[in-house]
């Protein structure tokens, strides 16, 4: 609560005490605008303009100790990818832009079953 | 349906030469028109490091063996893709961890990319502490993977009505459980699974529930073609020598089914002669003839 300068009690409007420290609190709170992001399994990561699913997925996988057979080729086999919910077939990686506010999955053959 | 065909490599990438043991390719299991190798299959789910699932696997002579699909972790675990590549084993996804025809089918579809391969183990479970199929959106499931171009090889409950329908919706295979997935309790409804077996037209494949080799030759013997054990191996004290004993396990059952077991009989019939017995009549020669 902003600190009342008057000694006057009846008065509680505390912007009537000093202009130079007119409250804002009353003022709507408009936050920055979100960085974009996109939700690569589960995890929201900063999103340019840029990503295609192949970076998503190269990105994950250099990152991970399971760097699946076949990676050298820049297509990972035993690797899939989902984009909303949709299958990007393999060849469409490099090809397919992801969206600002896009969920990808990229999964891999794990022990199981 | 067409002659059986060799094995696709589809699933076995980067021309990998096999390094499992050598297999006589006799009485093999054959499902869509596909060799499959011999009639164990072996889950790679249970076993605690990469270097036990390939002694496992190599001493069982699978030639097929079933995967999950998890996302990538940064940092994760090795890739059991890569020692399947390795083994020139196939590689069968399943959907395990799904408990809607729509997760299912997603996954499945995952696994399709990944693997390179349209088969799938279908897996549409009812909980997480049961782990039993839910037998509506597996059907709804099978149907539409089907239609997808799937072969499709569900998990199921051992209830043959519902075997019935899987194979109605154009399923490759039915893989009724013996019991409880990693129970180890065996086969809980042997006449189930028989009828099962007697009445299907596609492949039966004992799947879940095996805890010694003796159930899976009784899984043979009651019909079926085939027998999926993983925790059974994987958790086994000696995985390799477990798997070594399912093989094993599965041949004897085949074969005594193939050879035809004798009745059972309400009482002792004897396998001596009962004439010419020393210290009776004669006489009892001429009765007999």
Redesign the interface.
């Known amino acids: 609560m902003t600190e009342t300068r008057t000694t006057d009690a009846r008065t509680t409007d505390t912007r009537t005490a000093d202009t130079r420290t007119a409250d804002t609190e009353e003022l709507p709170v408009v936050a920055a605008p979100p960085a974009p992001v996109v939700t690569v399994n589960g995890v929201p990561q900063p999103w340019d303009a840029g990503l295609t699913v192949a970076t998503v997925v190269q990105g994950l996988l250099s990152d991970a100790a399971t760097a699946p057979a076949g990676c050298a080729a820049g297509t990972p086999t035993g690797v899939a990818a989902a984009l909303d919910d949709a299958i990007v077939p393999r060849g469409l990686w490099a090809d397919t832009p992801v969206p600002a506010g896009a969920r990808l999955e990229v999964v891999t053959a794990v022990q199981g079953g | 349906m067409s002659a059986p065909t060799s094995p696709d490599t589809a699933a076995t ?2 021309g990998a030469a096999p390094v499992v043991a050598p297999w006589d390719g006799d009485d093999p299991l054959v499902v869509a028109g596909t060799v499959v190798g011999p009639r164990l299959v072996l ?5 605690p490091n ?1 270097d036990r ?1 390939e002694d496992a696997l190599v001493a069982s002579g699978t030639r097929l063996t ?17 020692l ?2 390795r083994l020139g084993i196939r ?4 959907t ?1 961890g799904c408990f809607t025809a729509r997760e299912a089918v ?1 996954t499945a ?8 391969t349209s088969w799938v ?1 279908l ?1 549409v479970l009812a909980d997480d502490v049961t782990l039993l199929p839910e037998p509506f959106g597996l059907v709804e499931a099978a149907d539409r993977l089907v239609r997808e171009g799937f072969t499709v090889l569900p998990y199921t409950g051992d209830d043959p009505v519902v075997a019935r329908r899987l194979e109605d919706v154009g399923c490759a295979a039915v893989m009724p459980l013996g019991s409880p997935i990693g129970s180890g309790l065996g086969i809980l409804d042997p006449r189930s699974i028989a009828a099962i077996a007697e009445r299907a037209q596609v492949p039966v494949i004992l799947d879940a529930g095996v805890g010694t080799a003796s159930d899976a030759a009784l899984a043979m013997e009651l019909g079926c073609d085939g027998v999926l054990v ?1 925790s059974a191996v994987t958790r086994a004290a000696d995985p390799p020598r477990m798997a070594r004993a399912m093989a094993l396990a599965v041949r004897a059952g085949r074969a005594a089914r193939l050879a035809g077991r004798i009745p059972r009989r309400e009482h002792a019939l004897a396998s001596s002669p009962t004439d010419g017995l020393v210290g009776r009549p004669p006489g009892n020669l001429d009765l007999a003839l």
Do not use: I, Y
Not at chain 2, 43 to 47: E, P
């Open positions: 990438p980067a889950g790679t789910g249970g076993a990469l699932l079933t995967v999950a699909l998890r996302r990538v972790r940064p940092g994760g675990e090795q890739s059991v893709w890569a399947l590549t590689a069968l996804p399943n395990a997603l579809e995952l696994g399709r990319e990944a693997c390179g183990k897996e993983a």
